[in-house]
């Protein structure tokens, strides 16, 4: 029983067979990041933002690989469409969700003309060609002056209020409330993904990435998913980037760079790939792992990259599938061993 | 008979090998029907082409008297064509239940629903529970499908196949690998669907013991061509078949 | 007329960069299966290796170029021995990660060890000067480069058509298992070609410091354009990844000239092309 009971096909929040436990951990988090402006500083606020908006932009990226069995190398490119799309609504009209929405639909626009051309093929040669679009889009935020600011990037992007004419406005020019606006954002968008994973069109992704040439013998169209997929990996990048000029109240070029897209490969592939959760804790972890080393030494990236490769030779399950196979069983033994006979 | 499927003069060379030579078959309702033959005899590749697997050279295919030739495969699918894989083909990180969920969902047009959960489409759930059950899967629907034993993966294939419900189904070497007993089960498996669902099979298969004791009909293929064509006993009395399978015994003593 | 013919040269001359860091990059992927994101890192440290020797401590120049090949291919047998020969069973995104992380750890070790700023080296006296052509100067050393990119060309070619390693590789890289059966070693095998590949990536970065900055980051800029090259020669087509180089070298030198702005913007359009109309290559059949 033991192995397969617990790997069950992997991708559930934390597999089903440990019962209320975790339900019971999530809402406790859930708790605790509402209260965090009362506990902590603004930095912890804005490190805590940060890893949430990473959070989103890599389920979206595992949307592909962990569910699909893509590997894009290119998400940075939608994420700067995110970015630079909403920089440049909040430019002209003040108002934060015009400039988010506006934001997410252009990367939409984006992933739905580039995944047209980009699903046809897979593996390897996908991933050459979202690097390849990806690198497209930062070359033109790069060079195209007029549009994106070039190098400079665009700045001055105002932290515009959250504005819905005669029923609300709330001004978000300080951190805390921005702060609750991105993680609500945030979680609706993952409990989103997560409804998504668990329909039948996610499970039919999983079909598409096990087996291919099966899955069309069911009757699926695979293009027609993997685009759709792809889309929907490119909205959640978008929303990831669009969060960031109201935080940021600038725009750059890096954001579109490969470098960037090799983020949510990181923290997904550090978290695990099987998990819904795993992209969320690799991200968790880059902050943190970032934070902690920077306190000692300038010199962080050595660190990181020894991380990637500790975890790489050692863990290539990612630190979730640990989680799951060693943490939960341990506390859960704790828990019986304490209850009366 | 009603007629299922046709040929016209099909079609398929790689490079200078012709592996299908341009075949003309009709296959018709409710005959369960083999196709055997050689190694390289073109039988593997006739089904990839009727299926849609591999782009044809030339040639026509018609199903139920409508022209198919240029439908790519899931459309092929929907209008009621299934099949086995020679090698190995299912989902192995996915459980048995889900393993057939995939074509059930894909069936009655729910692999679309976005925002719904798996377990709100009773219908789906029911019928899932129904094939796992005829198969004989039903107490391992919650095992991966990559730690199955090589029968039960199989037998979990020719599920998938038969859930999407086909009027036409191919099975490529249903029984390959397999032990006696697991033998004895694919194949009552195949003669109660046949029964049961109105599906017809066309089976490759190397075993003739599971050739002869199954068929109603059996076609021969050599080098990309039907050599014979006929009910099991005329086949078996075939001069053409007979220095087929001699003369390719013959070689391998040589050899 | 004139001036797109010398720009050509130019072009050249930037093409042998890219080629011998995309024809050590084809060699890996073609015989050990992976697409090493590192490789530009190795051609980074080929420079900082060659600068150190040859513009720090002095050491003539051609012995400079010598140590810095066998010290990243040294590097390079670390890489495999240790990490690589661990993962090729893992899927291409464990081994892109891998790689990556290579980068990240080889970056911030040059800032650490030689600093984070700029260096130019200088450029040993018998290669300074320029000759004429078309009317125009043209330097001695881009010369010298055109015609070792061109040697290593011939050499390689030699190598892999008449030499018992080549046949070797040439075996192990259509058929793992066939090499194998064969009685190759096939682990000793993968460490010899990375390290050989580690190597041709120096020899460009240890070429390009008299003329190029050697700064952190100019692998990681470089390693796309290598994938440029070789994916449109064809990912593992040697011929391929030579003619790919010069193709994206000539482009860069007229873009720059003809579309300053979109010269980067034109390699990837090309790039996208060849992925979606001839995904095996421009050569690769």
């Known amino acids: 029983m033991g192995k397969s009971m617990i790997e069950r096909k992997g991708i559930s929040l934390f597999g089903r067979a440990y019962g209320k436990i975790p339900t019971v951990l999530l809402l406790a988090l859930i708790v605790f990041l509402f209260l965090l ?130 029923i609300l406005s709330i001004d978000m020019s300080g951190m805390g409330n921005y702060y609750y606006f991105v993680l609500i954002v945030c979680l609706l968008a993952i409990m989103l993904l997560y409804r998504i994973v668990n329909s039948p069109f996610g499970l039919t992704l999983q079909g598409i990435r096990d087996s291919e040439s099966r899955i069309a013998f ?48 990181m923290a997904t592939l550090l978290g695990g790939i099987y998990t819904f959760s795993g992209p969320i804790a690799g991200a968790f972890l880059f902050y943190v792992i970032k934070d902690i080393i920077v306190r000692f030494t300038e010199y962080w990236l050595i660190w990181l990259g020894a991380i990637v490769l500790a975890l790489v030779m050692g863990l290539p399950g990612g630190v979730v599938s640990i989680f799951q196979r060693r943490l939960i069983p341990w506390i859960r033994l704790q828990f019986a061993k304490g209850s009366p006979r | 008979m009603t007629e299922l499927l046709r040929t016209e003069d099909l079609s398929k060379a790689f490079g200078h090998f012709i592996a299908v030579d341009s075949v003309t078959i009709n296959f018709t309702m409710d005959t369960l029907t083999s196709i055997i033959g050689p190694n390289g005899a073109g039988k593997t590749t006739l089904i990839n082409l009727l299926t849609g697997s591999l782009p044809m050279d030339s040639g026509r295919i018609f199903f139920k008297g409508e022209e198919i030739t240029k439908i790519p495969t899931n459309e092929r699918v929907k209008r009621g064509i299934g099949r086995s894989f020679q090698i190995m083909n299912i989902f192995p990180m996915l459980t048995v239940f889900q393993n057939v969920q995939i074509p059930v969902l894909s069936l009655l047009n729910k692999s679309l629903k976005f925002f719904s959960r798996l377990d709100a489409h009773r219908e789906v759930i029911n019928e899932v529970e129904r094939i796992s059950k005829e198969v004989g899967l039903w107490d391992k629907r919650e095992v991966l499908a ?76 050599h080098r990309g061509g039907i050599i014979a064509d006929g009910k099991p006993d005329e086949i078996k009395e075939n001069q053409n078949v007979k220095e087929v399978y001699l003369g390719e015994e013959l070689e391998e003593e040589i050899i | 007329m004139e001036t797109l013919a010398f720009q050509g040269l130019i072009g050249l001359s930037l093409a042998m960069y890219l080629w011998l860091i995309a024809a050590g990059l084809t060699i890996v992927f073609g015989v050990l299966g992976i697409l090493n994101f590192a490789h530009g890192s190795l051609f980074m440290l080929g420079a900082y290796f060659a600068f150190t020797f040859y513009g720090l401590l002095g050491i003539n ?13 040294l590097v390079g047998l670390i890489m495999e021995r240790f990490f690589l020969r661990y993962i090729y069973h893992l899927d291409v995104a464990y081994q892109l990660l891998l790689t990556f992380g290579f980068i990240l750890i080889f970056d911030d070790a040059v800032k650490m060890i030689w600093g984070g700023v700029f260096m130019i080296p200088p450029m040993p006296d018998f290669f300074t000067g320029a000759i004429l052509i078309f009317g125009r100067p043209f330097p001695i050393y881009n010369l010298f480069i055109i015609s070792t990119g061109i040697g290593v060309a011939i050499g390689l070619w030699l190598i892999l058509e008449r030499t018992w390693w080549g046949r070797i590789i040439r075996a192990s890289a259509s058929d793992r298992e066939m090499a194998s059966a064969i009685g190759v070693n096939i682990p000793i095998l993968f460490t010899t070609v990375f390290m050989f590949g580690a190597a041709l990536a120096a020899l460009g970065g240890a070429l390009s410091t008299p003329v190029r900055v050697v700064a952190p980051g100019i692998g990681g800029a470089i390693i796309i354009q290598a994938f440029v090259v070789t994916v449109i020669g064809g990912l593992g087509n040697l011929k391929g990844a030579f003619v790919g180089a010069v193709i994206v070298g000539v482009l860069t030198a007229y873009g720059i000239l003809l579309f300053p702005i979109f010269e980067l913007f034109i390699i990837f359009v090309v790039m996208a092309a060849v992925l979606l109309l001839k995904p095996e290559g421009l050569f690769g059949g």
């Open chain 1, 218 to 265: 069911t009757g699926i169209s695979v293009k027609n998913y993997r685009l759709i997929a792809f889309t929907i990996a490119g909205l959640y990048a978008g929303l990831a980037g669009a969060l960031i000029p109201p935080l940021e109240n600038t725009v750059t070029p890096p954001l579109a760079h490969w470098t960037h897209s090799a983020e949510p490969v």
């Open chain 1, 37 to 166: 402006p009362h506990l902590v500083g603004k930095y912890v606020m804005y490190m805590t933002m940060h890893i949430l908006i990473l959070s989103v932009f890599s389920l979206g990226f595992n949307l592909l690989l962990g569910y699909t069995g893509l590997l894009s190398f290119g998400q940075a490119g939608f994420y700067a469409c995110g970015a630079y799309g909403c920089a440049k609504i909040l430019l002209v009209i003040p108002s934060l969700l015009p400039g988010i929405i506006c934001g997410i639909l252009f990367a939409g626009v984006f992933a739905l003309i580039l995944g047209f051309l980009c699903i046809r093929h897979t593996r390897i040669y996908f991933a050459m060609l979202t690097l390849c679009f990806g690198m497209m889009i930062y070359s033109l935020a790069w060079k195209w002056r007029t549009m994106t600011g070039g190098d400079d990037g665009l700045i001055g992007i105002p932290r515009a209020p959250l504005e819905i004419p005669g």
């Open chain 3, 61 to 73: 120049f051609w012995l400079s170029m010598l140590l810095s090949l066998l010290g990243v291919a």
């Open chain 2, 146 to 221: 990559g730690e199955l034993s090589h029968g039960d993966q199989r037998l979990l294939e020719m599920s998938i196949a038969i859930a999407s419900q086909p009027e036409l189904c191919f099975l490529d070497e249903p029984t390959s690998g397999m032990n006696p007993r697991e033998r004895v089960k694919i194949l009552e498996n195949i003669r109660r669907l046949s029964k049961e669902r109105r599906t017809t099979f066309i089976i490759v298969e190397h075993d003739m013991d599971v050739v002869f004791s199954l068929s109603d009909r059996i076609v021969v293929m």
